[in-house]
């Protein structure tokens, strides 16, 4: 009968305290969810900008955008999504927008010019980069500038930007390809063949570098391929490449045998470089 009592008396306070709790008001719960829901959006946003199907992405952030327009951060996802599905043209057309945006930054910049490159507008690139301060010294704005100079063949000024770019980056090979095939473009096979053999030292699996380098040895008479890793499909198209090199400078009868190797070599049948034998040995 005591414990009932006891237990009778406590339940008023028991109340009592558990009233004088603070309780969430309706706006803190909001608050609550809305950084939830700012997080769940973020990791989303970054899963269609890397893993998803690129057509997805584009899909999600357009809807994204019917509710809110004038986000940038989607109107930015819908351009990135746009150019990893290959759709330039309206890439250019979004990056346009991204970049017009009050909040646009320096980087949204380069990335239209990215996009205006990617549809041959050499030009209009330029132009758009030359808006974006020379304090804003990235990889990718060095890039575009060095093949902006060479589209119209301004050859210190493509060097310079290669080379700079070539430096701030961990990962060269792809720029010291794009800089190779330049000098290759002008004649200077020597230096191209140097800036190949360069880009397969950061990378030895870039086969575009490889072919490249075979163009440079072979406008220089070299008709041995150089050491590298090489698959024997991979031999067998240096090869071909080579023999076909050999054709262009008049050694038809090195270029015979060349790719005669090529079709001995690879392992299954190289009908490219058959039909290139068979034409030299028709005459």
């Given at each position: 009968?005591?414990?009932?009592?006891?237990?009778?008396?406590?339940?008023?306070?028991a109340l009592l305290t558990a009233a004088c709790q603070p309780s969430l008001g309706n706006g803190q719960v909001d608050r609550s969810f809305q950084a939830?829901?700012v997080i769940d959006e973020n990791n989303l946003n970054d899963i269609m900008l890397t893993v998803a199907d690129p057509n997805e992405a584009v899909a999600?952030?357009?809807?994204?955008?019917?509710?809110?327009?004038?986000?940038?951060?989607?109107?930015?996802?819908?351009?990135?999504?746009?150019?990893?599905?290959?759709?330039?043209?309206?890439?250019?057309?979004?990056?346009?927008?991204?970049?017009?945006?009050?909040?646009?930054?320096?980087?949204?910049?380069?990335?239209?010019?990215?996009?205006?490159?990617?549809?041959?507008?050499?030009?209009?690139?330029?132009?758009?980069?030359?808006?974006?301060?020379?304090?804003?010294?990235?990889?990718?704005?060095?890039?575009?500038?060095?093949?902006?100079?060479?589209?119209?063949?301004?050859?210190?000024?493509?060097?310079?930007?290669?080379?700079?770019?070539?430096?701030?980056?961990?990962?060269?090979?792809?720029?010291?390809?794009?800089?190779?095939?330049?000098?290759?473009?002008?004649?200077?096979?020597?230096?191209?063949?140097?800036?190949f053999t360069d880009a397969l030292r950061n990378d030895s699996t870039l086969f575009t570098a490889k072919n490249n380098l075979v163009l440079a040895r072979?406008?220089?008479?070299?008709?041995?391929?150089?050491?590298?890793?090489?698959?024997?499909?991979?031999?067998?198209?240096?090869?071909?490449?080579?023999?076909?090199?050999?054709?262009?400078?008049?050694?038809?009868?090195?270029?015979?045998?060349?790719?005669?190797?090529?079709?001995?070599?690879?392992?299954?049948?190289?009908?490219?470089?058959?039909?290139?034998?068979?034409?030299?040995?028709?005459?």
């Amino acid at each position: 009968m005591r414990q009932l009592l006891f237990y009778t008396l406590c339940l008023p306070g028991a109340l009592l305290t558990a009233a004088c709790q603070p309780s969430l008001g309706n706006g803190q719960v909001d608050r609550s969810f809305q950084a939830v829901n700012v997080i769940d959006e973020n990791n989303l946003n970054d899963i269609m900008l890397t893993v998803a199907d690129p057509n997805e992405a584009v899909a999600y952030f357009q809807r994204a955008l019917e509710d809110d327009p004038k986000r940038i951060d989607m109107q930015r996802g819908l351009a990135q999504s746009l150019i990893r599905a290959q759709r330039t043209t309206e890439a250019e057309a979004a990056w346009a927008r991204v970049a017009a945006h009050p909040e646009a930054r320096n980087e949204d910049r380069v990335d239209y010019a990215d996009a205006l490159i990617r549809q041959g507008q050499w030009e209009k690139a330029r132009a758009v980069l030359d808006k974006v301060p020379p304090t804003h010294e990235t990889f990718k704005r060095y890039r575009l500038e060095a093949m902006a100079a060479d589209a119209r063949q301004d050859w210190p000024r493509a060097d310079s930007f290669y080379e700079v770019a070539a430096g701030l980056t961990t990962r060269p090979a792809g720029v010291l390809n794009n800089w190779g095939y330049s000098k290759l473009t002008r004649g200077d096979f020597s230096a191209a063949e140097q800036l190949f053999t360069d880009a397969l030292r950061n990378d030895s699996t870039l086969f575009t570098a490889k072919n490249n380098l075979v163009l440079a040895r072979g406008a220089q008479r070299k008709y041995t391929l150089p050491v590298l890793p090489l698959t024997q499909i991979e031999r067998a198209q240096l090869l071909h490449t080579l023999g076909l090199t050999a054709v262009r400078q008049g050694d038809v009868d090195i270029a015979k045998s060349l790719l005669r190797d090529a079709i001995e070599t690879h392992p299954q049948h190289f009908d490219e470089a058959v039909r290139a034998l068979a034409a030299l040995e028709a005459g």
